[in-house]
């Protein structure tokens, strides 16, 4: 029977889920909207808990069945209802709550990003999908940075939390990976101006990247833990990037070295 009721059990899930983080962690779950972005997660063999829909075009109805044939719960919704919760300005009529990934980490990673409060959703959306992209092993997130699983970020990721391993981890931790690491990482933090240019420093070696926040740059606990700084050259007046486009250049320095 089809959902009527913004006031369904199972609808309201979706928005609490949507709106709060605290219901993302205590459930251990996050929202998916979208054909593309379940269809990218289905791709990597993670199915839905929940699977909304009030589309009945063929992608839709295709991952529907998937999902049914998968043991998926699968629920037909009224087009206002489901409309009333999308965090998106217009609803594709497709949306799934999917447990939150925990992925392996490789036992001796070797290309590692952390991120050190980083706070705009957008920008850690895009992050996350350019170190998917390049080949990043792990990204932690320090205290401070943006909800990773919050819906912004999801949407800008494009999948990418279905590939990455993420971890969400405090200084003490981070300390911690460093010391028992089963190969010495070189931890490289970004400035504005400090130490070596990226294009001299060695990102070939097993490396951590620190990206600091949009504000206010790394943390004194990210100083204090790296063993060097380096920056990005710049030829004209503009005194700082913001973190996305920062990590991305990094990233994919890291790759042009270890790829010639």
């Known amino acids: 029977m089809m959902i009527q009721s913004v006031q369904n059990p199972k609808i309201q899930r979706v928005r609490a ?3 709060k983080h605290k219901e993302r962690m205590e459930q251990k779950c996050f929202v998916l909207e979208g054909v593309r972005l379940i269809e990218e997660a289905m791709l990597t063999g993670v199915q839905p808990d929940l699977l909304l829909f009030s589309s009945e075009s063929t992608r839709t109805l295709a991952l529907v069945e998937k999902a049914k044939g998968c043991g998926s719960e699968t629920e037909e919704v009224k087009p206002s209802v489901l409309e009333s919760v999308s965090d998106t300005q217009t609803s594709q009529g497709l949306v799934g709550i999917f447990r939150i990934p925990s992925l392996p980490v490789p036992a001796s990673p070797d290309f590692v990003l952390i991120l050190d409060g980083v706070s705009d ?10 170190a998917s992209a390049a080949g990043v092993q792990l990204m932690i997130l320090t205290p401070g940075t943006a909800d990773v699983f919050a819906p912004k970020v999801v949407r800008s990721a494009m999948g990418a939390h279905f590939y990455l391993p ?3 981890l405090d200084w003490t931790e981070i300390n911690a990976l460093k010391q028992n690491a089963n190969q010495q990482l070189h931890f490289l933090a970004s400035t504005m101006t400090g130490g070596k240019s990226c294009w001299e420093s060695d990102l070939k070696r097993p490396i951590a990247i620190l990206i600091g926040s949009e504000a206010s740059g790394i943390s004194s606990q ?3 833990l790296s063993d060097e700084q380096i920056h990005i050259p710049m030829q004209g007046k503009i005194e700082s990037l913001n973190a996305s486009t920062a990590a991305s250049i990094l990233i994919f320095e890291a790759i042009r070295q270890r790829t010639t």
Do not use: E, K
């Open 17 to 19: 889920l949507l709106g």
């Open 121 to 130: 959703p957008g920008n850690l959306g895009t992050i996350l999908r350019t």
């Open 166 to 168: 993420i971890r969400l």
């Open 222 to 224: 990210a100083a204090q």
